[in-house]
């Protein structure tokens, strides 16, 4: 099977999360990144000792939309 290298990443969850990991080559020699946190599906998996997900960003997403349709129906409700 092929994986995309650019579009995968690795995470590590455990006890040793923190210690530098060897980069892990594909079939075709192209590495895959580490990195501090992945979004999967739209939910944004953490690296931790234990498996965590982080909501923080559904949160701003769903303030900013309420932000935009109450600035605009906000005021025009407020005229009548």
Request: hydrophobic share 40%; with cysteine; proline share 2%.
């Amino acid at each position: 099977m092929l994986i995309n290298a650019k579009k995968s990443y690795c995470i590590r969850i455990g006890p040793r999360f923190k210690i530098d990991c060897h980069p892990l080559v594909t079939k075709d020699n192209r590495e895959l990144k580490w990195c501090g946190s992945i979004r999967y599906l739209g939910v944004f998996i953490t690296s931790d000792t234990v498996f965590q997900c982080s909501v923080s960003h559904n949160k701003q997403a769903t303030y900013r939309a309420f932000n935009a349709i109450f600035g605009k129906v906000g005021r025009a409700a407020q005229l009548k």
